[in-house]
């Protein structure tokens, strides 16, 4: 299997739930992601993970909590979700950061009810 | 300003068109641009990284102005299969390398 896969493509989750997203990358890349993307507006960087250490964190709300436990794997806790974090949650990898193209995972659709 | 501003869309051009999308970056310290393309409802992927002397990649241009701050995608003869939301992105050199996309430009191309 090669590329950025994502797990699981849907979820729906209640506010009181927890879940994770997953992400595994196949490619030797250093650097990993996690974006949110919601209807009609830019992607939004949330984390950015090098050589598996948190070197970007944009102010995101604590209910969203990552885990980078080595350069190929990435995790997305969720706890306590509001409505309005219904979006498409995008995993990405990248050679180095900065300079490099991201390659993106096939998405997360999350609807939190 | 916005760090990355595209064209506002839609934009519907006939099969065989030519079209142009413009993006404007606010960051002068900015090294790398790459343009996406996102289909709908799917991740976005790599359409063309932006080199300063401007690049081909047979229907697609990209060309770099750093003295005005724009990139420019330019799709000659326009296939159906191009229609797709198309995304500027912009790295941040000066604040770790981070990448900023737009807010995208979907093109619908019509037979």
């Known amino acids: 299997e090669t590329g950025v896969t994502q797990t699981p493509r849907h979820l729906v989750m209640g506010m009181t739930n927890k879940k994770s997203l997953k992400c595994e990358q196949h490619?030797?890349?250093?650097?990993m992601y996690w974006y949110k993307q919601s209807a009609k507006k830019p992607l939004e960087l949330m984390f950015v993970?090098?050589?598996?250490?948190?070197?970007e964190n944009n102010s995101v709300p604590s209910r969203f909590s990552p885990e980078c436990p080595n350069s190929s794997h990435l995790f997305l806790h969720l706890h306590t979700l509001q409505p309005e974090d219904s979006a498409l949650y995008l995993c990405?990898?990248?050679?180095?950061?900065?300079?490099?193209?991201?390659?993106f995972g096939n998405g997360t659709r999350l609807t939190v009810t | 300003r916005k760090e990355v501003e595209q064209d506002p869309g839609p934009f519907n051009v006939p099969e065989g068109a030519t079209v142009a999308f413009n993006c404007t970056y606010s960051?002068?310290?900015?090294?790398?641009f790459f343009w996406y393309r996102q289909d709908c409802r799917k991740e976005p992927k790599l359409l063309m990284s932006?080199?300063?002397s401007g690049n081909e990649d047979g229907r697609f241009t990209a060309q770099l102005n750093r003295a005005s701050q724009y990139i420019s995608l330019l799709i000659r003869d326009s296939k159906l299969s191009d229609s797709a939301t198309y995304l500027c992105?912009?790295?941040?050199?000066?604040?770790?390398?981070?990448?900023?996309f737009g807010q995208g430009t979907e093109l619908s191309v019509k037979p």
């Open positions: 990405a990898s990248s050679p180095g950061q900065g300079n490099s193209p991201l390659h």
């Open positions: 490619l030797g890349h250093n650097a």
């Open positions: 993970y090098s050589l598996e250490e948190r070197v």
């Open positions: 960051n002068s310290a900015s090294q790398s």
């Open positions: 932006v080199y300063s």
């Open positions: 992105v912009v790295n941040l050199y000066n604040q770790g390398g981070k990448l900023i």
